[in-house]
């Protein structure tokens, strides 16, 4: 600030306004801007990201939008989102399942085309790509689970019988037949969306959305009793008393099925 | 001014013909037109030479070219990218550190066809100045860019970073670009004077730092020849960059040092009396004043 020659109180005073001016104009500026980019965030549920796609955050840092993987999709599978039209950030590489889904190449083109790793260069193996998970969205408009053999999301699916199982039930309605019921396994299923963009009603039943909206997350603490049992060998408190269990259905409150004990006293509410 | 406007180059042209006083001009438009046709030859023509955008591309699948900025933002927002992306930043910045950073400006990006049609026009119209902030703005827009990128984990211009997008929407599919480039268009023919590359665009800021030590410069070299017609400055789009090469004392340099410069060449071409020339940043000699006219001082060769 003490330059040599000060200049005068009118000139430094000019600088100071000049200098608040530009700081406040840019702090306008980048206010909007940070702005703008909070709302280029928002993707639309059907958008998902290219198989090794970095998660969201760090995606949108890393990819410079440059169109490499989408030139290189044999598929013609990867859009780039165009300003206004498309929800997610301009210039980002996404796909609609239900228009084009991922064919799953072997050689996984579209990572390789990555020049900055937004497509993780790790993903050597397709199986494991994550671009979404599929689910059975509507259970009362699938064919299946009305009781008539349709299937096709389980035949073109790329990881078939690891992916989505058939699942088999009784069916109730007609009572001699039964429910094929597609389950989709998602540690096994890349999210490719073949099985959406086959479901052969109008609108697909089975949908592949991002992991964030179809995976429900475990709270922290919570721990399956069975599983730690295995990891432990051994009872996790020593000395647990075994409670018997109650098996459903009628017949089972009054403890007489088999299995069931009396209890050496009984409410009076609870008689018949 | 009207008349004056009008009659920019005019004696140029007299002298050297249209094309002579135009050949920078037209150089720069064929170069800007031969980046664009290199990236859409694939696309359109199935002539595969270069894939992708000026935010990254890779020609003839093996020279990878990625924009230093775009990159810088993706830095400070938290990736470390792959090799690919950093030895194509690194030589896209090597290439300007020597050309002259802006030379980005006029002859690569596709904008600036945009704000030199809107400029023409301002100048047809013969349109007031309009809002004149300072140029030091896009280094503030420049600087806010990196601060939001490094806040929000985005590269933040991208989202609105018209060079790229115009650039992309060519090769990908407009969306509502077309809004955008438009806008700017209006902008700097309605509100103001070499609005944007001059005053706004944290690109042109950006390679403008990059290039501060160029190599490749324009000079002044005959400035000894100078008749005073101030047609260099009616097309400088950074007049302000013509002054202390051409007005320079006996002794300070011909060259154009100020990074502004964005080597576009207009100057030489609009010079009736032949004052610049392109060179290189140790060239400091001045010419001896040409045949023509105008008696002037001994030059100095330094
Ligand atoms: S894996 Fe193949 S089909 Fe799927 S997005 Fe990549 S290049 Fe396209
Ligand atoms: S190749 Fe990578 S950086 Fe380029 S658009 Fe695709 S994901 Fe983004
Ligand atoms: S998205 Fe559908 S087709 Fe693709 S792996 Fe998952 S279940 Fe199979
Ligand atoms: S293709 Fe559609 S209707 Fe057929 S079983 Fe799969 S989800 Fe159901
Ligand atoms: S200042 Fe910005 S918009 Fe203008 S020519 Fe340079 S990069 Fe393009």
Known sequence: MSKPNAPSSAARRRFLTDTARAVGGCALAGTGLAYLVQDARALPAEALRPPGALPEEDFLAACIRCGLCVRDCPYDTLVLAELGEDGPATGTPYFTARDVPCEMCDDIPCVAACPTGALDPALDNIDDAKMGIAVLVDQENCLNVLGLRCDVCYRVCPVIDEAITLELSHNERSGHHAIFLPVVHADRCTGCGMCEKSCVLPEAAIKVLPQRLARAEAAEHYRKGWEEKDARGAPLVDGLIDLPDRLPGPGTDNLAAPGGFEPSFKLPEVSQ | ?302
Request: charged share 15%; aromatic share 10%; glycine share 8%.
């Open chain 2, 1 to 302: 001014m009207s008349k004056e406007a009008l009659l920019v180059g005019q004696e140029a042209i007299a002298r050297k013909g249209w094309i002579g006083a135009h050949r920078f001009l037209l150089l720069r438009r064929a170069s800007q037109l031969g980046f664009l046709a290199l990236f859409v030859a694939g696309p359109w023509f199935g002539l595969w030479i270069v894939e992708g955008t000026l935010a990254g591309s890779l020609t003839l699948g093996t020279l990878p070219l990625t924009d230093p900025l775009v990159f810088l933002q993706s830095l400070v927002a938290g990736h470390w990218p792959e090799m690919t992306a950093i030895i194509g930043a690194l030589i896209v910045v090597a290439a300007y550190a020597l050309l002259g950073g802006r030379t980005y400006c006029s002859w690569v990006c596709p904008i600036n066809p945009v704000t030199d049609a809107a400029n023409w026009l301002h100048r047809r119209l013969n349109l007031p100045k309009g809002w004149q902030p300072k140029r030091s703005t896009r280094l503030w827009v420049l600087a806010a860019a990196l601060i939001v990128s490094a806040i929000t984990g985005t590269i933040a211009w991208e989202v609105v970073n018209p060079v790229t997008m115009l650039h992309r929407g060519i090769l990908f599919g407009m969306g509502f670009t077309w809004a955008m480039v438009l806008a700017i268009f209006l902008f700097d023919t309605l509100m103001a004077r070499h609005g944007w590359c001059g005053h706004l665009c944290p690109v042109g800021a950006f390679y403008g730092l990059v290039g501060s030590k160029s190599v490749v410069r324009v000079s002044a070299k005959a400035r000894a020849a100078c008749d005073d017609c101030m047609d260099c400055y009616a097309v400088c789009p950074e007049m302000h960059v013509i002054s202390p090469a051409l007005k320079g004392k006996d002794g300070d340099t011909p060259l154009i040092l100020a990074p502004d410069c964005t080597n576009c060449g207009r100057c030489i071409d609009v010079c009736s009396e032949n004052v610049f020339s392109f060179t290189h940043r140790f060239d400091d000699t001045l010419a001896e004043p040409s045949d023509h006219h105008t008696p002037a001082p001994d030059p100095q060769t330094a």
